[in-house]
Every structure is written in C-alpha cells, then in structure tokens.
C-alpha cells in the first residue's frame, strides 16, 4: 500500500435504499476492495445498521472503511420543482466536495459530483428527465405554455450539468444499461455485480429456493404468492415429497402483513419462511436445495414498469454457484445470466415454470448435468473479474486530469412510451429509434 495511495480519498455512496439488499452488498464490496488501496469512507443512512452488521451480512471486511452517514438522501437529489436547485447543490457539494473519487452506487436520481472525478454504478436508473418527473408538481397544471416550455429547457440544462460531473457510467446489465440511455441519456458499461459465497458441502434434498424480501406492496413483490399456488400444482403432478422455502427480509409492519398473507396462503403446504435470517443460514439453505425459484417481474408491465422487472438477479447467480438448478421467469437481467435449457430455464409464465420444473426433477441424469452447467455459468460473474476490470477503471480515472465538459453529443430527451428498449450492448451501441446520442464520460 503506497502512501500516494492512502492520500487519496474515495467516497462510496450506497444509494440504494435502507434494507441490506443486492445494492448495499456491491457499494460495500467496493469500499472493502478499494480500502486496500485507498482512504474510503462508504456513505449511506446508517440509522438502521452498523458496519459490523454490515460486514456480517455480506463476509466483507470492512476494518479499514470509514462510515459516513447521510440521512434523508431518498429525496435528496430530485427534480426542480419538487426541490429547490439551490438546495440540491448544497447538499451534493456537502456530500462530494472533498473526495478525489465520488462513487455513487445506487438507482436513484443521483447528486451533482463536485469531486475531482465521479463514478456511477447504476442498478437500474429510477427517475428521468421529461415532463414526467415536472407533471408530478402539483403546481404544473395551472402553469402557462411558454412558462411550462422555459422549465423543461431549465431542466435539460440541469440533467446536462449533472450527468456531465461523472467521468464514467456502468451498469449492471445490459438491460439496465439500455434504459439509463432511455432515461438518463447516457452510455453505459456492462460490469456485472460481484458475486462471491462460500458453499458448504451437504447432501442435495428435495427442496425449492426462493429468494426475496417480503415487501408490503404488491408491485414490488417477487411474486412469493404465484409462488405457493405453483407449488401446490407442481406437488399434484409429481410422486415424491418436495419442500419449498421461501427466504427474505421482512421490515415493516405492511411487510409483516404481506408475510402472514402468505403463511395464510401456504397452509398446510410443505412451505418453509425463512425470515431475516444471517447469510450462513441462506448459503446452508442454497447448498442443501435442488431447484431455485424466481419470480420478479411476473405480474407486472415491464414494458411500462421495467422497475418491478428483474435488473441482474445476483440471487440466481448465487443459487447457480451452490448448485441449484434456476427456473425464473425471464425478467430483465436473468436471460444474461441463464442459458436456457442449459445452465436453467428461462419461464414465459407460471405454467412454464411448473412445466420445467417437473421435467428437471424427474429426470435425475437432467438435473445433475444442469446443476453443473450452473455452477459453470455461474463463475462468468465472480467477484475477480469484477474486482479486476473496477480497479483498472478506478486507477485510469484517477489518473486523469480533473474532469471537464467534454465535447458532447446532443441530449434528447424521449418521450415515455410503453415500447421496452432492446438490450444495449456493453460497448454502448444505438438501438431503436432514439436520438439519445449523449456519450457522457467515455473518453470520447
């Protein structure tokens, strides 16, 4: 460690939100990697955990991370119109100011970067420009054409401003990265979240996993009742005894509501809840299962709501690597990450799904193949290659002069639209027949 190295500091922003999710582990991975190297501090509204349980729920080592705590940060970075411009500013050059590298890990509309570089690593990007986000003023109706006209100019110059204060954008998909080009007008790199777990070794029992914190709110749900009546099918359509347990985080009361729903729904059904349980428990749980099971996304329009969709789906890969065979609906991010009828079985519905998954479990020599093509598919997305291709992208970027406007492509916002983008490649290529040409932070 070069003492050039710890003088130069990097803040992590875990934009994310307040539950110990697939976000909070990839802005921890990074302080925890980046610590090595480098003063890191990793900010997020810390009211809830401490960095020891952070630590703990993802076996990261976070002794040499600071802890920086912002609170209220959900609504801290929106719109004008919503929130005043001069407020954001103050409260973005507060959070960024002092760092030679601002990261801002999350899916939310992010902070200006008033740091010497900026990074943004986006799970899926929640919010955009257009008169989408100014209609949801309440004032916005009674305001006059031109006067209407004047604030999307403003607002186009302020994205602008904004996006031009990072250096480099990444994504965790290809499908997240098309809809940052949609929304945000940016290019993004594909880097794949890291996935790492250590597996303990037992004997395969008939059993089911599914993954997925019990939210309250129907739309964000994964789909745990479609779930229960799908296994009460499977178990009418096959001759042996099988489990299904159902793992995730459960919060808030409507949370414990939603959670008593489906104990209610499951009954007498062989269904196991597994709730705010510790990861050893979750990785003993995946290393002792045959199936996984995942629906997010099953419900919902993703054309019109690809926020509900699946974005990667770290909890498919980390099934693959204990061995599970994943049969998901294919959602968002999972078609990246699973070959169909390879390394698992990407489902058009419920129907599918429960028709997969009785030709995998009565066909032992099928599900063993399978499982090991999971297992192999699934190292495509180890926590090296992410750690390799983060760290070079960090000490380019730093090695940089301070970032600059550079010469840019022209920024059209598009209209919402109920038409899903196709996939965008890791290299950036155009799709459809937008005109978002705005390479932000390429090196162009």
């Not at 500091?9 to 190297?37: C, E, M, N, P």
């Not at 500013?89 to 959070?95: F, G, K, N, P, V």
């Not at 990261?103 to 509309?109: P, Q, T």
């Not at 990450?337 to 995998?360: H, K, P, Q, Y």
Request: aromatic share 10%; charged share 25%.
């Amino acid at each position: 460690m070069s003492t050039a190295g710890k003088n130069t500091r990097i803040g992590v922003f875990d934009h994310t939100g307040a539950s110990l999710g697939g976000g909070t582990l990839v802005a921890a991975h990074l302080a925890s990697l980046l610590s090595k190297d480098y003063t890191v501090d990793l900010i997020r509204d810390w009211s809830g955990f401490s960095r020891d349980q952070v630590s703990n729920a993802f076996s990261l080592n976070l002794d040499e991370v600071n802890v920086r705590n912002c609170e209220a940060i959900w609504d801290s970075f929106d719109v004008p119109g919503r929130f005043s411009l001069a407020r954001q500013l103050r409260r973005s050059r507060a959070l960024t100011a002092e760092y030679d590298l601002f990261i801002c890990a999350g899916h939310w509309v992010p902070p200006f970067c008033k740091a010497r570089h900026g990074l943004i690593y986006c799970h899926f990007p929640i919010g955009f420009p257009g008169t989408r986000e100014l209609e949801s003023d309440g004032r916005w109706a009674n305001r006059t054409r031109f006067d209407r006209w004047m604030r999307i100019q403003g607002y186009q110059l302020e994205w602008r401003a904004r996006m031009n204060g990072y250096d480099r954008f990444l994504s965790n998909s290809s499908f997240t990265a098309s809809w940052m080009k949609r929304r945000w007008g940016v290019r993004a790199e594909v880097l794949y979240p890291p996935v790492e777990l250590d597996v303990p070794q037992v004997e395969k029992q008939n059993r089911i996993i599914s993954i997925g914190r019990f939210f309250g709110k129907e739309p964000r749900s994964k789909g745990h009742r479609a779930q229960i009546e799908a296994f009460r099918e499977f178990l009418a359509r096959v001759p042996e005894s099988w489990e299904l347990w159902m793992i995730g985080s459960s919060l808030s009361d409507e949370d414990r509501a939603y959670l008593l729903s489906l104990e209610g729904a499951a009954g007498s059904l062989p269904v196991r809840f597994l709730v705010n349980v510790d990861r050893r428990a979750i990785l003993e749980a995946l290393a002792g299962a045959k199936l996984f099971w995942h629906t997010a996304g099953l419900s919902e329009n993703k054309d019109e709501d690809p926020a509900f969709a699946e974005h990667f789906g770290m909890a498919t890969v980390e099934a693959m690597r204990a061995g599970c065979v994943p049969v998901v609906v294919n959602s968002g991010g999972q078609s990246e990450i699973i070959e169909n009828a390879v390394s698992g079985f990407l489902c058009r519905d419920i129907a599918e799904l429960i028709g997969n998954t009785v030709t995998v479990t009565e066909n032992s020599p099928l599900c063993s193949s399978m499982a090991a093509e999971a297992r192999r598919r699934s190292m495509d997305f180890s926590g090296q290659v992410f750690d390799r291709k983060i760290l070079e992208i960090v000490s380019r970027t730093l090695s940089q002069g301070p970032k600059r406007w550079h010469r840019r492509g022209t920024l059209s916002f598009v209209p919402p639209t109920s038409k899903a983008p196709p996939h965008a490649s890791s290299s950036g290529e155009s799709w459809g027949r937008d005109k978002v040409r705005l390479g932000v932070g390429q090196g162009d």
